[in-house]
C-alpha cells in the first residue's frame, strides 16, 4: 500500500537558527531543490528515531515487523543516505540499547 502525508511544521530560535545555515550552505554549494533538501531532512530524522527507538527497545513486534521496518529502512536509506552513516546509527543505538551496554527506558516514569 502507497502512503502519502504532507506534513507541515513551523520552526523558531536555534532550531531556525541551525536551518537557515543549512539552506544558506545548500543554496550556495549545491543545486539541490529545497523540497528535496526538507524531504532528505525528515528521512535522516525517522531513520534515526526509528533506530534509535528499536535500539532503546521501544519499537517491539514480532521477527515479520522488525524485519519489515529493517528492510523499509534499508529502501528508504538508499534513496538518500550513505550507508556508513546508517550503519553508524546502528551500531550507535545496538551497542548503547537493549542489547548493548544501555537498558530499556520507561517513558512513563
Known amino acids: 500500500m502507497q502512503k502519502a502525508y504532507k506534513v507541515e511544521t513551523s520552526i523558531s530560535h536555534d532550531l531556525a537558527e541551525l536551518y537557515s545555515i ?15 533538501l526538507n524531504r532528505t531532512l525528515l528521512q535522516t530524522g525517522i ?16 521477527k515479520e515487523k522488525e524485519a519489515r521496518i529493517e528492510a ?4 528508504v536509506a538508499s534513496d538518500t543516505l550513505l550507508w556508513d552513516v546508517l550503519n553508524m546509527v546502528r551500531s550507535y543505538w545496538r551497542d548503547r540499547g537493549v542489547d548493548g551496554q544501555g537498558g530499556a527506558i520507561d517513558l512513563k516514569a
Open 22 to 36: 543549512l539552506v544558506d550552505e545548500f543554496e550556495a554549494n549545491s543545486s539541490i531543490p529545497l523540497s528535496d
Open 72 to 75: 523499509l529502512i534499508e529502501n
Open 47 to 62: 531513520i534515526h528515531h526509528l533506530t534509535m527507538m528499536q535500539g532503546l527497545g521501544l519499537v517491539r513486534g514480532d
